[in-house]
């Protein structure tokens, strides 16, 4: 039961994500296709993905998830990758990234070392249950 609660967790959390990331671009700095305001679109997707990422990751730890797992790795490599490829091609580059930025990368970086560490830990764990 855990494992499907964590899958549901992490395919909303994916679905936010990919809703936020596609209306940033159909945007680009301006209002995109949702109507709401880029600190809107922010705190209610972005805000709300990191936390379903980590509920998935709690709920769903020591169990079998292949689904959540991945998109833990996945999550997490997008949200970091697409907010750090946003800002080295905005005004100034990556020498001027702001700390709230900066956290969001290191955040969704730390999702996507958590799946690793979750796909590490599985493949162990079922290691020693063979021998």
Do not use: C, W
């Amino acid at each position: 039961m855990k494992s499907k609660i964590s899958d549901i967790l992490a395919i909303v959390a994916m679905a936010l994500l990919v809703t936020y990331i596609a209306d940033a671009a159909v945007g680009q700095g301006k209002a995109g296709f949702l109507p709401m305001s880029a600190e809107q679109r922010g705190m209610i997707f972005g805000m709300t993905s990191i936390v379903l990422f980590f509920a998935s990751f709690g709920t769903g730890f020591g169990q079998m998830s292949k689904l959540a797992t991945f998109l833990l790795i996945a999550g997490g490599a997008l949200m970091g990758t697409s907010v750090l490829g946003a800002t080295a091609m905005g005004h100034g580059g990556l020498a001027h990234i702001s700390a709230s930025f900066a956290g969001i990368i290191v955040i969704g970086y730390v999702i996507m070392g958590l799946g690793i560490f979750k796909l590490i830990y599985k493949n162990r764990t079922a290691q020693k249950n063979i021998h």
